[in-house]
């Protein structure tokens, strides 16, 4: 199953909702889910981003998930993938 999951909470930012998102993520690669995280730019991110067993887009917007850039990047890589589900 091919599943996108959208948080602007995630590592290596601190907090409880990032982890859990980051373990949600984990598991379902481990099942062998191909799973891609959309969340917000950190620049201090990318050595950890390649570390894990998913791929992690970051999107250079300061503002709510609602927002366009955050939209726009979604649906560009929906198009590309065609996931079977989206966590948001």
């Known amino acids: 199953m091919k599943v996108l999951v959208i948080s602007p909470d995630f590592p290596p930012n601190p907090g409880g909702i990032g982890v859990f998102v980051h373990n949600l993520c984990r598991q379902l690669a481990t099942r062998e889910h191909h799973v891609d995280v959309l969340t917000k730019i950190r620049n201090d991110a990318q050595a ?7 791929r992690v887009f970051r999107y250079g917007c300061q503002g709510r ?5 955050p939209i726009s990047r979604t649906l560009s890589l929906h198009r590309q993938e065609n996931f079977d589900v989206v966590f948001i």
Not at 48 to 54: E, L, R, V
Not at 65 to 69: D, G, V
């Open 48 to 54: 950890w981003d390649t570390q894990q067993p998913y």
């Open 65 to 69: 998930l609602s927002a366009r850039i």
